[in-house]
Structure formats: structure tokens, C-alpha cells
């Protein structure tokens, strides 16, 4: 028993020397910073950037957090009147749009249910209310609802909450590991609501993962004493090499197990059952319950600088400089995160993440980004078959397991690299090509075509209707990539929009050289836009963060 | 020398760079890419022929590495210690995994396999001499129980996870020293191949491929992702240029690789992407036939493929009749759910034991004969037959094995230990098949959870890092052992190839 106190005193201390490092909270005054290389990229950084390079950075962020924002409302829409970048401006409610986002994300929502509603429907009240979405069915809900809910969110504390939830169950933290016989959809959200519900009221991240350790969804994951403990020390702890320790927690944790699957997979254990000889692990920590182990590790020293390790590998790639790495994670540590908003506040609005990270992007940040710049609008089915099973009919072209990025389904959760191999790549380059950039709505003139999704006069139209051809394609370059063209694309795009020829070559010209009527010039518009996207499509760079620069 | 040199040396043999005529002739690559001197080539060629003692193998083979994610245990094919493992463990097995197959229904096959589990089919295969077992995979220099560290040292074949995966080192080895690798004008077709996505075994670690080498994937429909579905105003009859004679979709494409070459390496893999997609859509319509249903048509009848793992390894084998170019595949037993079997795992792991083998014996049906050909629905021709293959090797195994204890949740946790079930392949020199090789026996504290087996003192064992040499060597390589060496100070050495003149303890 002497022991034990002797242990936990000493693990008191340490926490003790934690918190009493911690200079406030952001809640309370915004106080907390890091310095060095994790450095936040300020306001005055961020204002003396040219208008292309704020641009660059908006959507950087925006991407990064599955949205996008169209060129013509960054800028000031007259602006592309020339075609050339210098005479670009941003737009004036937009000067101070990083911080604009930061104080979203922030900022109290007061409407989330009514907008859930909108999502899913109601057939509780009369008249009923449809839903905007379908889903696959009841039990896959979970999977393809949060991606389906976040969509229609605003930016705001409920939408940086369930970002962050969505984010760390891609993450082996706190899969729920759906692709497991004895985990499921509904182990999903349970996951995703316990995170997200704790994000958004400020749980700190030793809490939360002491609650998810404990969890039937972690026992669905881990399924024994053994594998339990061992999974909890090399995830929370980043300790790989503690194998000695494994035999000492699981008997801590001997009376926790697993039903089988006719006795529906449900975690026992009976407090009567519980060890009574304490073990020590880790060194010097002194256990005998469960419950002492999971709090020895949810509490130690090392969870802080292995989250902030974990998430720096997925937002900045695990090929990212190791020294470098290291720099940027002790300087965020140093700034004492206590929560995960806190802590992906301090990764997102740093400088090195905003200028300089450069690494392939995950689908939801090509996706969503390009679909926010293109004003694209989604159908009732596209979260199901993005979210779906490829089993269960979901559409081949948006699904996320045949890119082999299923999202909070892997055991280990998704790896800290974009899978590029070319069969996953040409399924996520047919989902940007075939579903969003080359999907337009049926009806040109009409926004808000609810039949098919796609975008429409919101790009091509209204301001940008009357610009001159070179400063069209430039404008739909900026729109969705970030960069005018270059000279050689703007020859050989008009080289291919003024000579081509249907019937290899044999036909009538695909493009009137000088259309008259109305609805000629529109469809000329809109099928140079096609073009143009579609090549952008072929770029390489349309899939990666490339530095700022 | 120093491991770094010589990695130094094989990365620029493998490299995109020393190969600009090849890549040039195929328009794959710009010239602009290609600035590694010819003497540095040299050097570099001389660096490892120094080092790597190769003989151009009669054949070469084609592998199909099945990885068992998770940590198979080892029962299936070992149950020589049943009695003891029941004696000592904290839970019981069902009695009748401790009768014989003689008795009364019992589960214990001549040679010890678990019969439910896959063990009378690998009776049946070791005897005919399409397969042979190996019991002792045992891990020595680094007994590591974790998944990601354990997955790491087997897949590229030693302890240093910066090292390339086995299929990025074999291509760098055959770009260096096979004759077939080196031909310009004719490089081989999809040599290597991953029906799983993104994996280990093609790490690239310091080693840069030129393009004809670098890994593509399939998936088990051969489904076509590659062809592009939404046409644009300029669909695909349509013509540009002043003379209307380039074809408008192509020119996009050319636009979009030259605007890329600038910027190719940092965008390497989507570049690679991009620049095989059209081939790979011409190859997967020409010589596989799209969609399922030309898969089922052209495997014979007596090749009984079940489940999803079934449809997987099917398409595997097919590829690899279908292209001979084809070295290596790399397969999961996804479909067969994972192996890592911590709770209720004993009617579970039996099942998909007993699936892997039928599965694996169908494979061996296949690899007997000639393929059907694939006709339309005039009766033309669309895919020709292909030959039977006796050079086709298939390796099944996982990262590390589990204890035998069956635990509180009635199941095995992480353990060492483990079976590699190898397949095919006899017409190929010094490949010895029909073997039962190891001996095993139970270690650890009676009633408590940390029991396994380990080989006994007079067994034959190797390390898991040993399948990867064995695969260099299947490819010519004469002493494998050098691709792990001085890697790592606690395998100076480096970990040879698996010695298949090993004994064997199987009775017919």
C-alpha cells in the first residue's frame, strides 16, 4: 500500500506540475500561445501577404477544415475584370479572414437541432418534415451522417467540435474500429457523440480519454485484459516498448472481458471480481483496479505531447521533417493545451501549418474545399455513397473505402499519409473530376436547381459573365487552385477551346467561334468552364497543400 | 561498407533518373528528369555488383505474398502441443481439439493439424506436394508484440522501419541485375502489383523507381477505375490542333504532365498516377477483361473460389496467368475479417482457416491449367487463353503469432510464434514442397495468460524477416542476407533467406 501512495503521489505531482504551468485558458482569455516554431501565423503576417497568398491561406485553413471559399467572395468580384493577379483585392469584409474564422469557430450555436432536422427530417410532427439527405439505412446512419450534419453546420463551436471528433476517430486515438466483428455503426456514434458532445462543453483530454477508455467501444476494440492495456499504453502514451508492462496492467484488469457475439458483445466486470494485488507499471506507477490503470494512463505526462505527436503526423503528413516535427510539437506543448479545441486551434492558425506544411490532401479537404469554391451543391444521396459501403450499393465514384480512406472504420485508424496508390488515387480523382467539377446543374440560369446537384450561374455568372476569355479561364483558375494560369496553359486551352473539332477532326466545330444568341453565348461560357475544370482536374497540385510562397 | 552506401548505390540504379531513354521512348517521363551521370550509374552498378552476388534465375517467378493482418495464431497448422496448451490454460479448449480425427469426431489430423480449421485440406496439399508448412517463424532479435512494428519488420524484411518495403527492394535489385529489367525498349509489364491499397511492402524508404517499376493496384473485380467517365463538351472523338489531328483529351492530359514535370517529385505519386492511368485502363480492358464477370468466365470450373478473400485471391492468380510479367502481388486476407483474436476466437478462427485453405487450394487448381478464354457475345475473342503456371509461388503469413492461453474473453493475445503456409511453384529451382518443417513446444507459467509456443532446442527456425530475403532469393539473389545488413545493430548481419532443405517432420 506504501508503495501505491508513494506511486501516486508521484503521479499527482507530475499533473500537479502540468497544471500548474497552464497560463489560462482560451476560453477564458485567449491567453494561451505557442512560441517558436509552433508560433501563430499573425495578423499583420497574414495582412501583408499579398491578395493571392491570403487567398492561398483562406482556403488552406478552409480545406483543412472541409470547406471552401469562392474566389468572388473573397475578392472583390470587379477584380477579374483584367484577368491579371495584380489587380486583385480582397474583398473588404474579408481583411481579417483567418481571425474572422478563428472567432467562428468559437462562437456558440444556437440553432444546432433545428439545422440536425433539416438534415435527417422529422416524421414525428405534422406536416412531416423531410430530410435534405438520405442514408443507407438505419444502421449505417452514423457512418454518412457527421459528414452529411457538418455540411450543413455554420462555422462555430458545434462545427469545430464534431470536426475535431471526426478527425481524431480517423486517427488510431479513438477509432471506433467499425471494419471489426464486434464493433459497429452505432459503436460510431457512440464515439463520435461522447467526443464531439465533450469538445463542445470543454472537457479536457485527459477526461475524455479516460471516459473512452473505459468504454464498451474501447472493449469492442480491444477486446482483453491484455490487448486492452497494451493498445491504451502504445496509443495514449506512444510507448511501443513496455511489453513487460503489458502482463502487470491486464491482471489490474482481469475481470474486464468481452461477451461473444449471441451475448451481444457487452463489457463485464464485476467489481467483486476485481485484482487485489497491486502492480506497478510504467516505472512507478502503482495499480491494482482497472480503473487505476486506465486514470494512471489518461493522467500521465506523456498524453499531452503524444496527441499533439499523433495529430501533427495526420494534419501535417508522417513524412514531415522529424526535426522539424519535434520543434513544432515541443512548442505547442509548451503552450499547455487542456482541451482538443485547444490544442487543434494552436496546430491550425500556426504559421508552419498555414504557410509551409506541404502534403496530399485527405479527400474530405479536396473535396469539400473545391466544392465551397465552385458553389457546388450536393444530392440527397452523396453522403451515403460517399460514406457508404461499396456492398451495399454505394456509387463507386465517391466512395471513400475504394480511395482506401474509409473514414472511422480502420482498427488503427487511417494512416498519417494520404494512400496515393493509383487504383485509390483514380477513384479519388474520378470523385473531383466526374462528381464535383464536371458536375453541373442541369439548369444554367437557375442556383438552386434541387434535381441534380453540380454548380451553376453562381461560378460562371453575375459578375464574371461579360469578362474577356483569357480572364474567365484565369478567374476559374484562381477559383479552384489558387493561381492564374500560366501563358502556356492560356495558349493551349484556347489553342483546344477555338480548334476543336467533333468526329476526330471531321465534324463541326465543338465551340461556335462567335456566338450571338443568348443562349449560345451561355453555353459557350459554361462548356470553356468544363474544359478548364476539367484539366485542373489533371493537376497534381489540385490534390496537395503546397506552400505559401 | 556501410549500409548507407550501398543503399546510396541501389537507390541509383533503381532511380527514375538513370533511365531516361527508357522513359523518354514511353513519353513518360521528361528528359528534363534525367541528371544522374552515366559514371555515377556505373559506379553505382559496380557498387552492387560487389556487394549483391546474383545468377539470373531459369525462371522467373511470379510471388503472390498473402499477408494475414492482426496475428494469426498458429493452431491451425500446429497442434502437436494441444495437450499441454489445455492442461495449462487459464480457459479450456473444446475436447475435441484434443482427440484425433480418429476418434470420435476429433479435430487432431495425422500431422497434427486442426482438421476444421484448413488442416485436412493442408493434409491433402502437403501430400501432394503443392504445399509445405513451416511451424517456427519465431522472432529472436526482436520480440516485438506490437502490430505496427511487427508489420514493418516483416514486410521490408528487417528492423529498420526507414528501410524500403521487400517489393520496392526486389524492383531495385532486378533494375541492377536482370537483364529483363534493363531493356529499354521493352520493359517488363506490371511487375508489381498490390491488390490491398497502399502497403509496407512497397515503402519506398530511399529508394526512387523509374515508372514501368513503381507498384499499381487492382482490386478484385478488376473494376476500371482509370477510365474516366464524364465527357466534357470535347468528348472523346474530338479533334485539335491546326491540323485536327491531336485528339482533344489527350492534349489535356499532355498539358497537365508538362505543367507537373516541374513540380514531379514532390508530387511523385499522383504524377506516377496520372501518367499509368491510361495505361493501365488499356491493360485492364485488353488482358483482363472489366468487370467480374469476365473474371468468373475465364477461371475453369474445377477452381472453387468462396467468399469475399475468395474473390481476391481469384483475381490474383488470374493475374498472374494472365501477365507473366508479373512479379509480385501483394494480397490480404481482407474478407476474412482480421486476425487478431483476442475474444471468442476459437469457432471464428476455424471457419476463416478452413475458407484461406479452400480458398489457396483452388488457387493451386487454377495455377494447374490453362485458363478459359474470354469471348463476347458474338463468340469473338476478346481475351486469350493463358498457360498453366508451375512458377508461381504464394507465401501466407502474418507479423507475428499469439499466445495459446485461451484468456479471460476467450481468446489469444499477442504472441511470437507463428506457421508461413507457402504454395506452388515447383518447377522452379531448389523450391522444395511437401514438408512439414519444425518443432514446437509450450512455454509459460501454468494459469496465467503469457503461454505460447516456442520451437524446441533441435528445430529448425527462422525469423519473419527471413520471408523477405527468401523472396530475393527466389529472384536470383545469392546472398539475400545483405539487403538487411548492417541496418540495424541488433542484426549486424542481416537475416538470410529460409533454408527449405530444413528437415521435415511430415508422415504421409
Known sequence: ?549 | MKRRDFNKALAILGSTLTVPPLLTKKGLISPAGATVSARAYAEARAVVAGEVDYAVPAKLPTVINVFMYGGPSELAGNLSNIADINANSQNKYPADMLRATTNNNGQITKNNFWAAAGGTIMETMIAAQQMTLYRTVNRIVDDSKAHRTSIFSTQIGGLNEEMPGMGTTLAAILRAKHPDYQDVDNPPLLPFVSMEGETVMYNIGDISLPLPLRPVSLDNNFNNPYKRIRQTALNTTSNCGANLTDNCDQLLDTLAKNTSATFAEKYSKVVDAFNKRSELDLFVRQNLGEGGASITARVPNNAEFTGSFGNNLKAAVLLAMSNPDTALITLSTGGLGGWDNHDNAITGYAARMQNLMSNLQAAMNMLAQPTNTLTDANGNVIVNSSPARNDVIINCWGEFGRNVNLNASMGWDHGNNMNLYTFGGNGLGGRQLGKLVGKTERIGTSGQNRQFTSPTGDSYQFEPMCIASSLYSYFGVLNPERMSANEDTRAPAGFGAINEGAASEFVP
Not at chain 1, 505531482?13 to 482560451?26: F, H, M, T, V, W
Not at chain 1, 414525428?124 to 430530410?131: D, E, N
Not at chain 1, 502492480?279 to 506507477?285: A, V
Open chain 1, 1 to 549: 500500500m506504501l508503495r501505491k501512495l508513494v506511486g501516486l503521489l508521484g503521479a499527482s505531482l507530475a499533473l500537479l506540475a502540468l497544471i500548474s504551468c497552464k497560463p489560462g485558458s482560451p476560453e477564458e482569455k485567449n491567453t494561451y500561445k505557442a512560441h517558436g516554431a509552433g508560433a501563430e501565423l499573425s495578423a499583420s503576417e497574414y495582412n501583408n501577404m499579398p491578395p493571392l497568398q491570403q487567398y492561398q491561406v483562406a482556403n488552406r485553413l478552409l480545406s483543412a477544415l472541409f470547406r471552401g471559399v469562392p474566389a468572388k467572395e473573397f475578392f472583390d468580384p470587379n477584380t477579374f475584370t483584367s484577368g491579371k493577379e495584380a489587380d486583385l483585392r480582397v474583398d473588404p469584409d474579408h481583411v481579417e479572414y483567418i481571425q474572422q474564422i478563428k472567432e467562428k469557430l468559437g462562437s456558440h450555436l444556437e440553432n444546432r437541432d433545428v439545422i440536425y432536422t433539416k438534415v435527417v427530417g422529422d416524421t414525428t410532427v405534422q406536416p412531416t418534415i423531410p430530410g435534405l439527405y438520405q442514408f443507407s439505412s438505419d444502421e449505417r446512419t452514423p457512418m454518412e451522417l457527421p459528414l452529411a450534419y457538418m455540411y450543413e453546420l455554420p462555422l462555430s463551436d458545434e462545427y469545430f467540435a464534431r470536426w475535431i471528433a471526426y478527425n481524431l476517430m480517423n486517427t488510431i486515438l479513438f477509432s471506433p474500429a467499425e471494419e471489426i466483428d464486434s464493433a459497429g455503426p452505432e459503436d460510431a456514434r457512440a464515439v463520435f457523440d461522447r467526443l464531439s458532445e465533450g469538445i463542445r462543453n470543454k472537457a479536457t483530454i485527459r477526461s475524455l480519454i479516460y471516459q473512452h477508455e473505459i468504454s464498451l467501444q474501447n472493449w469492442r476494440r480491444f477486446r482483453s485484459p491484455e490487448d486492452n492495456t497494451r493498445e491504451m499504453i502504445e496509443i495514449y502514451l506512444g510507448l511501443f516498448d513496455r511489453d513487460a508492462d503489458v502482463p502487470k496492467a491486464a491482471k489490474a484488469c482481469k475481470n474486464w472481458s468481452l461477451t461473444d457475439e449471441d451475448q451481444g458483445y457487452l463489457l463485464l466486470h464485476p467489481e467483486a471480481a476485481n485484482n487485489t494485488e497491486p502492480q506497478q507499471i510504467l516505472d512507478h506507477y502503482w495499480v491494482t483496479t482497472c480503473e487505476d490503470v486506465m486514470d494512471t494512463i489518461a493522467n500521465h505526462p506523456l498524453v499531452i505531447p503524444r496527441m499533439a505527436n499523433v495529430i501533427v503526423d495526420h494534419l501535417f503528413d508522417a513524412n514531415y521533417d522529424p526535426q522539424k516535427k519535434a520543434k513544432f510539437v515541443n512548442s505547442i506543448v509548451g503552450a499547455h493545451p487542456q482541451t482538443f479545441s485547444e490544442l487543434y486551434a494552436l496546430i491550425l492558425f500556426s504559421k508552419e501549418f498555414l504557410t509551409s506544411v506541404e502534403r496530399p490532401k485527405f479527400i474530405e479537404e479536396s473535396l469539400f474545399n473545391v466544392a465551397g469554391r465552385v458553389y457546388w451543391t450536393p444530392t440527397s444521396t452523396f453522403f451515403r455513397d460517399l460514406a457508404g459501403t461499396s456492398g451495399t450499393g454505394g456509387n463507386l465514384s465517391t466512395n471513400m473505402l475504394v480511395m482506401n480512406q474509409p473514414a472511422m472504420s480502420l482498427k488503427l485508424g487511417r494512416w498519417a499519409s494520404v494512400p496515393l496508390d493509383s487504383q485509390g488515387f483514380s477513384y479519388y480523382h474520378r470523385a473531383l473530376r466526374d462528381v464535383v467539377m464536371l458536375r453541373r446543374k442541369t439548369t444554367y440560369d437557375n442556383p438552386y436547381d434541387g434535381n441534380y446537384m453540380g454548380w451553376g450561374a453562381e461560378l460562371i455568372g453575375e459578375s464574371v459573365e461579360t469578362v474577356s476569355g483569357d480572364a474567365f479561364i484565369n478567374y476559374l483558375f484562381i477559383s479552384v487552385i489558387g493561381r492564374p494560369a500560366t501563358d502556356g496553359e492560356l495558349a493551349e486551352l484556347n489553342n483546344i477551346i477555338t480548334t476543336a473539332t467533333a468526329n476526330g477532326g471531321t465534324g463541326s466545330k465543338v465551340f461556335d467561334p462567335a456566338p450571338t444568341s443568348g443562349n449560345g453565348i451561355i453555353q459557350k461560357r459554361r462548356d470553356t468552364a468544363l474544359v478548364v475544370l476539367d484539366y485542373l482536374s489533371r493537376l497534381p497540385e489540385l490534390y496537395f497543400y503546397d506552400a505559401v510562397n
